[in-house]
């Protein structure tokens, strides 16, 4: 269950958090976001219900949790009294979310089982509630080996294709008809086919209204299991130009509007020594050449090759700055 995993523990995961803050704070500017309802899976520990507050002072923020000892653990470990902890189901939760009663919304879905067809009836049903300013977050496991038992005793192909008949079968009318070929279905290419599945269900939302989503951020990563991520913005029509004027995310690196554009984030682990050496280098000069600055740390960072090691430190660069860093205290 996705309420026990140490998630304030995950690296990548964290990243993308932190990433999520930065675009949170652009958005900012168009929009102030400490009049908004934050909603969301606060697991055990609550950690971005944190971050929101001490970075907009966001004051009114909810919990969805259907386990019974996470909901207990949250009750106790709450850092804030504006977090409400709600003993209750994302369907049951969306069923029963008033938008004249909360307000400007945030809600981040953050899934990690794989059942699809609920996650993307649950966003298709949250998104015809939301209005011009909200924002909408969603993170699906992204490995497509959950799709098929690991004792099918399928290989190559043939494991390619079950994999999309159970795929199919498990979004239904959500199935993107570009996905034709059953190689979507390896790892690599995988969080393309449900970056495509959820364009379905948001274009069927969206199709006939006055509103138009904005995707702004797509992310894959991985801590244990591959996750799928992304963020988007609720926005009139006419407000489009003025949107991206203010807050000018198209300048960001990180922004990923096309269809097919996901970013990927996998650094290496590092201890505290390696990280504070290679960031005496960081962040790295326009034009300087990746293979000069490793070979000059003279740290090896992959098992693979060289060439990999420099991939790593390449990927690191990106993303040094939202880096956490994990220590033993003694006490």
Known sequence: ???????????????????????????????????????????QFLEEYKILYSSFEIKKMISMEIEELVHQR????????????????????????????????????????????????DSEDILNKLEHGDIFKITLNANPSNLTSSNSGLAGSELHKKRMEVYQEKVSEYFPPSVTDETMMTTKKYPKVLKNTLKIMIDKVFREKSLNFITLTSF?????????????????????????RVTQLEAWKFFTNQDN????????????????????YMPLEIGKDISEIHDTIGLNLSEKNIEDSREKLNEYSNYFHVMPQFMKIST
């Open 1 to 43: 269950m996705g309420g026990y995993i140490p998630y304030h523990l995950r690296t990548n995961k964290n990243i993308e958090r932190q990433l999520f803050i930065e675009l949170l704070k652009k958005i900012n500017h168009f929009q102030n976001l400490s009049e908004y309802t934050y909603i969301g899976f606060g697991g």
């Open 74 to 121: 949250q009750e106790f470990n709450k850092p804030l009294s504006c977090i409400e902890c709600l003993h209750t189901d994302s369907t049951s939760f969306i069923e029963e979310y008033n938008r004249d009663s909360i307000g400007a919304t945030i809600i981040w879905l953050d899934y990690t089982n794989m059942d699809l067809y609920t996650q993307l009836k």
């Open 220 to 244: 894959v990563y991985e801590d244990g299991q591959q996750m799928f991520t992304l963020t988007g913005l609720v926005i009139d029509e006419n407000s489009c130009s003025e949107f991206f």
């Open 261 to 280: 554009e996901i970013t990927f984030i996998d650094v290496p682990w590092l201890s505290v020594k390696e990280k504070t050496l290679i960031d005496q």
